[in-house]
Nanobody, 121 residues
Framework: QVQLVESGGGLVQTGGSLRLSCAAS????????MGWYRQAPGKGRELVAD???????NYADAVKGRFSITRDNAKNTVYLQMNSLKPEDTAVYYC???????????????WGQGTQVTVSS
């Protein structure tokens, strides 16, 4: 069994910063892609950023230059540093990890519970 625990969301003013964390625990053999998605009210879930096990990153155009994704493989944790936040960044943020519990099992996607980020104007 695998659990993902997110933290770091909250209320911040325009131009402020927040750092999200997502820690995975349980039966984990390996994790390849770790990423963050978000879902604003009335909209679909969209990719914010992700990172492969080799350190290759991918960002949504809307956050390039403002957000930074990092990971600590020893702690099975992924982070999202969000700077210069804008009201349009307001959403529930979800971490997503592609992992497998044992060598002989396929990779599966796991989602965090979501953390609210609200940016006031």
């Amino acid at each position: 069994q695998v659990q993902l625990v997110e933290s770091g969301g909250g209320l911040v003013q325009t131009g402020g910063s927040l750092r999200l964390s997502c820690a995975a625990s349980g039966s984990i053999f390996s994790i390849n892609v770790m990423g963050w998605y978000r879902q604003a009210p009335g909209k679909g879930r969209e990719l914010v950023a992700d990172m492969t096990g080799d350190g290759i990153t991918n960002y949504a155009d809307a956050v390039k230059g403002r957000f930074s994704i990092t990971r600590d493989n020893a702690k099975n944790t992924v982070y999202l540093q969000m700077n210069s936040l804008k009201p349009e960044d307001t959403a529930v943020y979800y971490c997503n990890l592609n992992m497998r519990s044992y060598l002989w099992l396929p990779f599966n996607k796991y989602w965090g519970q979501g953390t609210q980020v609200t940016v006031s104007s």
